[in-house]
């Protein structure tokens, strides 16, 4: 997944990306936590004996955000590993499972944590891109 967005106020807690479904998170969820962004993901991992049925995961970066400018982020998750660049910096954390259920998947926010500023571009690719 990748957008180009400029935020109006990264020092508030605030929801980017989500995937939900009636009233909790389902899959990953970005959000801003104190400037920084922070990966959270709820699944499910049916591949290891005695798993519970769903747990969830989260990881707080370094990557800060800058207000006012238009800043790309780029997010991926191939089944091992979920890792995220923007403004020159990445982060990769160790991560395995599925989202707990395919659910609705949406751009900023809800209940009191809406993304403030302006979104330019989003895209969600559901493969592994390969170079050819």
């Known amino acids: 997944m990748e957008f180009e967005f400029k935020p109006d106020d990264v020092e508030r807690n605030q929801i980017l990306f989500e995937q939900f479904g009636a009233n909790y998170l ?12 922070r990966i959270e993901f709820r699944r499910r991992t049916p591949f290891i004996s005695n798993s519970p049925l769903v747990s969830a995961v989260g990881f707080d970066t370094d990557i800060e955000l800058v207000n006012g400018k238009w800043q790309k ?3 991926a998750f191939d089944g091992e590993k979920v890792s995220i660049s923007a403004n020159n910096r990445t982060a990769s954390f160790p991560c395995t499972g599925q989202a707990m259920w ?5 751009f900023g926010g809800e209940e009191g944590q809406y993304f ?7 895209e969600i690719i559901h493969s592994i891109r390969t170079k050819k």
């Open 73 to 75: 982020v780029v997010f």
């Open 116 to 122: 403030k500023g302006l979104l330019k571009s989003f």
């Open 26 to 37: 389902t899959g990953f969820r970005l959000s801003l936590k104190k400037g920084k962004i």
């Open 102 to 106: 395919l659910t609705l998947s949406a």
